[in-house]
């Protein structure tokens, strides 16, 4: 089976194109710009290549662009589109959806309703699964949830403590994001160590520009920092992650600021570009720090402890720890964010072996553990997109 994932966001298309019965990845790339002017980068099994300016006016005409590249002499790797046989698309919001879901049209509403609560990353995705719709006709399309993992929390866990009725009303509780990545990890880390999954107590560390840390016990999704939305928790590149709800008022209050003011400067202008007024970037934070720049120091030591507080919080809450996972853009490459992130947590049975740490090979599952720890610490690259495309070959195929 060949299963097209497809990853829309408001002015991007990611796509990865794979093969199910060889798990190999034929074609993957991506469409930016769409809306603006647009710009395509597409790259098959064996390293062909097209990268090109080309107009994209909506999602719709990427769909097009992709399918042409797929199916094209030139960059091509499969004949016609008939060769798609199911597409997986991500979504950032399930709302209630608890588990992947084969989009029919009762499932396409919902997901319509739930665009108020994922304002900039659902309507996207709405958009992307009408245009595979309108051009690809009746390909089967599953919804993969980026909340969907963390519905296993406990009431006591999702819940905020707010008036009930705001649960009962507006659903506003706790839901979680990068549940895909967690799950993948997750699992990696309990086939690697050869143990059942429910037998651990896993804390999962998704940092890129967007970071989550998820707590998981018996196999299931314990606690998470990100909540009703992916802005809260550790600090992010450009997201404040968790504040005194009272700034908020205080700014509109006292300080005059619309919400939407407000909101753009918690989601884009605040995390590390608004510690330290130089980049959004991590590598970039770190050279300023190298350099003495205050603020990059102090923004780097404020998240080295934001990093062990959610570790020890969720060691303390599950009741131990017995894997630390690191993944994502900054978990998998920066050998500084993990070390200054796990230093002191010795107590805690956490103990990186520094040399391999600073050396650690990229791209592929690594144990960290120094010999006398007692937490195994994991590198594991995630692969949201193949999480994707197994859950459509299964939902697609058990729908036969
Ligand atoms: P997103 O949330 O957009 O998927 P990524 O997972 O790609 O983000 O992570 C992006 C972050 O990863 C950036 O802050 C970037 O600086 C960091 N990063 C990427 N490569 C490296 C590297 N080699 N060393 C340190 N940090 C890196």
Partial sequence: MNV???NSGSSSLKYQLFDMDTKKVLAKGLCER?????????????????????????????????IGLLTGSEYGVIDSVKDIDAIGQRVAHGGKFKESVLVDDEALAYLRTTEKL????????????????KIMGNVPQVTVFDTS???????????FPLPYELYEKYQIKRYGFHGTSHRYVSAKAAEFLGKDIKDLKIVSCHLG??????????????????GFTPLDGIMMGTRSGSIDPAVVTYLIKDEGMTAAEVDSLLNKKSGFLGVTGISS?????CAAAEKGEHMAVVAKNMVAHQLRKYIGAFAAAMGGIDVLIFTAGIGENSDQMREIGTEGLEFLGIKLNQELNHNCPRGELVDLS??????KTLVIPTDEEYMIALDTERIVNASK
């Fill in 4 to 6: 097209l994932v497809i």
């Fill in 34 to 66: 769409i809306g603006i002017d647009g710009a395509v980068k597409h790259t098959a099994w064996d390293g062909r290549t097209y990268k090109n300016e080309v107009t994209l006016n909506n999602h719709d005409d990427a769909i097009k662009v992709v």
């Fill in 118 to 133: 994922a304002p900039l990353h659902n309507p996207p995705v709405v958009k992307g699964i009408e245009a595979c719709k």
């Fill in 149 to 159: 993992f963390h519905t296993t929390m406990p009431e006591h866990v999702y819940l």
């Fill in 209 to 226: 520009n967007g970071s989550s840390i998820t707590a998981i016990k018996d196999g299931k999704s314990f606690d998470t920092t990100m």
């Fill in 281 to 285: 970037d991590w590598r970039d934070v």
């Fill in 370 to 375: 120094a010999p006398d720890a007692t937490v």
